[in-house]
């Protein structure tokens, strides 16, 4: 009995056309929101399933260097072979890279930058697991930054210094504006999908080589809001 073989979620061309970067390295691609990143418990499509149409001449897939959350689109790194991983792996365990994202969340925030840097915890329920601000967590910083405001929300730059899960979204919820359409931290929004975007990376691959800086483009389901905090999409 032939064994089913379940498509990708993305055909070739669309997860080729979705490359911002490739090198001997490493791949940064454009990643869709609403897709995770890799197989879950529940066997849903996913991102890795796409990847032998990124071999480009090489073997094998390349993999994942660093993960995004389902419901967050843009920049995402993969390694092209083992070694590149290994590279990856000590340059995002440390803080030798930078992170740029945007995110529109509900409310005026009262400054135009600032810090955020309550410690974060994990923890399981019964629904799941979910994090929370905790004194017993793990130290976690973000720097933001107002690059706009509009009607009772506000466009925010956040750059975060530690890598804990679900540390934007904590973090400005806590602060008591939570990124629209947060299912977990602030409310589920009808036909809205979350508003937080993987704007761009920094990565000092090469010693002898200037740093690879890759951004990617805003996704349509944040350009309206976006626009209303005056953000003018590029020709």
Not at 16 to 21: E, G, I, P, T
Not at 35 to 64: I, K, M, Q, T, Y
Not at 86 to 113: I, Q
Not at 120 to 128: A, Q, S
Request: net charge positive; aromatic share 6%; hydrophobic share 40%.
């Amino acid at each position: 009995m032939a064994r089913f073989v379940r498509q990708p979620p993305l055909s070739a061309t669309a997860i080729q056309a979705r490359v911002l970067y490739r090198d001997g390295l490493i791949l940064v691609i454009d990643k869709p929101a609403g897709l995770a990143v890799h197989a879950g418990p529940s066997g849903a499509p996913n991102l890795e399933e796409c990847f032998d149409a990124l071999r480009f001449g090489l073997p094998r897939p390349p993999a994942l260097a660093h993960r995004l959350d389902a419901d967050t689109s843009g920049v995402l790194v993969l390694g092209r072979h083992p070694k590149a991983l290994s590279k990856l792996g000590r340059l995002f365990s440390g803080r030798d890279t930078e992170k740029t994202y945007w995110a529109v969340v509900h409310g005026a925030m009262p400054n135009d930058e600032g810090v955020f840097d309550q410690k974060l915890l994990k923890v399981n329920t019964r629904r799941g697991w979910s994090v929370k601000v905790s004194d017993k967590g793990q130290a976690a910083v973000t720097r933001y930054k107002v690059l706009g405001r509009g009607p009772d929300m506000t466009w925010l730059e956040l750059k975060p210094e530690t890598g804990r899960t679900h540390q934007l979204r904590v973090h400005c919820a806590a602060a008591g504006f939570p990124i629209i359409a947060d299912r977990l931290y602030g409310q589920a929004e009808p036909n809205k999908q979350l508003h937080l975007h993987s704007r761009g990376i920094v990565l000092p691959l090469s010693k002898s080589k200037p740093p690879v800086a890759v951004t990617a483009p805003p996704p349509a389901h944040m350009i309206e809001a976006l626009r209303l905090c005056g953000f003018t999409p590029e020709l």
